[in-house]
Antibody, heavy 119, light 112 residues
Framework: QVQLKESGPGLVQPSRTLSLTCTVS????????VSWVRQPPGKGLEWIAA???????DYNSALKSRLSISRDTSKSQVLLKMNSLQTEDTAMYFC?????????????WGQGVMVTVSS | DVVMTQTPVSLPVSLGGQASISCRSS???????????LHWYLQKPGQSPQLLIY???NRFSGVPDRFSGSGSGTDFTLKISRVEPEDLGDYYC?????????FGGGTKLELK
């Protein structure tokens, strides 16, 4: 069945770089795209970045200068890097699958990984 | 960026009753290809969001027909009939017509 699982450090110091991994199973990264979405504690959802099935990428313009999304299809992994972390980057980070055409939105999500930015 | 405004922020309901959530966008969500990429999610406490409705009115696999979506252009509605305990949580609309993709602020469906 379709599964996505996020992994990464729980605690990151301010100004450092965050690296998150989304490991997928039950589908191919060359057939579906994967996005990252985050949610600060007690707040709403924010789309961060996407990597399409063809390998092209899109970023939230507000965060673009700090972001990099990539993939390793041989490992079924999508990687997100965010630099210059600040306390406001503290959030639950989710990865989610999408397809265009088809459902055209996020149909399966990972359980999320909590990231706290603190010294 | 397209701003998605959800109302109400909180919606008290009785079990077995009906709920209606509004989502309005700051610009039309009709894509140049003619499709409207407006979707609805439910996030239960401690869980990741789950897809309910995609492209305005299409129920995702396994979603009960108590959930229905409607609307066009900039004005969209999610309706839940015969509310059940498992329907409680936070509802979000999402637009993926324009980059960056943006979510509404959320509506908390809770017991009256």
């Amino acid at each position: 069945q379709v599964q996505l699982k996020e992994s990464g450090p729980g605690l990151v110091q301010p100004s450092r770089t965050l690296s998150l991994t989304c490991t997928v199973s039950g589908f191919s990264l060359t057939s579906y795209g994967v996005s990252w979405v985050r949610q600060p504690p007690g707040k709403g959802l924010e789309w961060i970045a996407a990597i399409w099935s063809g390998g092209s990428t899109d970023y939230n313009s507000a965060l673009k200068s700090r972001l990099s999304i990539s993939r390793d299809t041989s490992k079924s992994q999508v990687l997100l890097k965010m630099n210059s972390l600040q306390t406001e980057d503290t959030a639950m980070y989710f990865c989610a699958r999408f397809s265009y055409p088809g459902i055209t939105t996020f149909d399966y999500w990972g359980q999320g990984v909590m990231v706290t930015v603190s010294s | 960026d397209v701003v998605m405004t959800q109302t109400p922020v909180s919606l008290p309901v009785s079990l077995g009753g009906q709920a209606s959530i509004s989502c309005r966008s700051s610009q039309s969500l009709v894509h140049s290809n003619g499709n409207t990429y407006l979707h609805w999610y439910l996030q239960k406490p401690g869980q990741s969001p789950q897809l309910l409705i995609y492209r305005v009115s299409n129920r995702f696999s396994g979603v009960p027909d108590r959930f229905s979506g409607s609307g066009s252009g900039t004005d969209f509605t999610l309706k839940i009939s015969r509310v059940e305990p498992e329907d409680l949580g936070d509802y979000y609309c999402l637009q993926s017509t324009h980059f960056p993709w943006t979510f509404g602020g959320g509506t908390k469906l809770e017991l009256k």
